[in-house]
């Protein structure tokens, strides 16, 4: 293989013209300088200059090589820089994965203060269920990906992958304008036996969180629709249609609804950032450190 500091000798011999310059040029000495050629010519396997008493010049071999030394050089350049730019983070790329709740006001949070220090890093979104995009962690297509877990229906991540904590998030339960039970501050499952209800379906199941929570306290509830997007549940629960389940993060901003805190067993999810630990990229570090920090300003609103 030939060794690119010997094709810069090579180049600055072709560009000066002599042994001399070429030394001068790269502050080597003559004699560093023609065994660098010698050796060259070895791994070349071919006679690359012509050496008189008094003067040296390439031959053909050596000017061609001479001219394909110059891409070389300049693609290890390219490359070099390439690196330079990964190792900071204020360049290169970062893969984002999240799902749809993370993406109202969570992810947003973040990404504009992240942008605003770093606006040199290329940003890829990729929305998504957690489950679906897991394995694409950790296969490396993604640098993060912002991911929930009910306490009712825990999940493990695949090998080499970490989950950071960010913050618990207490599901809320939505209700129509004007529904007798909006005015109490807690209500219990118990309470909405007889009320037809919008729910999710499971993640790897087709049970709901709400009818886990539902079998814990003894009842089974009436489902008329089932949804993974919320917008579509509120709409539902606006029009009298039946009342819900909602992670808060689903809850914000949302007008035409009630809503209230409700009692029962580990209804929260967990919000957190799956990465794998190994990742060089320097802007994911940078990137959670703004995660967290949105977390932390976000969960004193979802209580």
Known sequence: ???????????????????????????????????????????????????????????????????????????????????????????????????????????????????????GVELDLVLGQPHELLPDVERGELDVLVVFEHALDPWKAPKGVEVVHLFDEPQL????????????????????????????????????????????????????????????TLGLVRAGLGVALVPSLGVQGAAGIQVCQVEGPRLYRRVGAALRPTNPNPALRAFVDYLRDASARLSVTLR
Do not use: N
């Open 1 to 119: 293989m030939l060794s690119s500091h010997r094709l810069k000798v090579l180049l600055e011999v072709f560009r000066t013209g002599s042994i001399a310059g070429a030394a001068k040029s790269l502050r080597l000495s003559p004699s560093a300088v023609s065994h660098q050629l010698a050796r060259l010519e070895e791994e070349a396997g071919v006679g690359l200059v012509e050496r008189a008493a008094h003067s040296l010049r390439l031959t053909a071999a050596g000017h061609r090589l001479a001219g394909r030394a110059q891409e070389v050089l300049d693609l290890i350049e390219s490359a070099e820089k390439d690196l330079l730019a990964q190792a900071r983070a204020d360049a290169g790329q970062l893969r984002i994965g999240f799902f749809a709740s993370a993406g109202y006001r969570l992810l947003p949070m973040a990404l504009s203060s992240f942008t605003a220090r770093h606006p």
């Open 173 to 232: 339960l939505v209700m129509p304008l004007g529904h007798p039970a909006g005015h109490r501050p807690r209500v219990r499952l118990t309470d909405l036996a007889d009320e037809p209800w919008i729910t999710t379906f499971g993640t790897e199941t087709p049970v709901s969180v709400l009818e886990r929570a539902s079998a814990l306290e003894g009842i089974t509830p009436t489902i008329r629709c089932r949804s993974d997007h919320y917008e579509v």
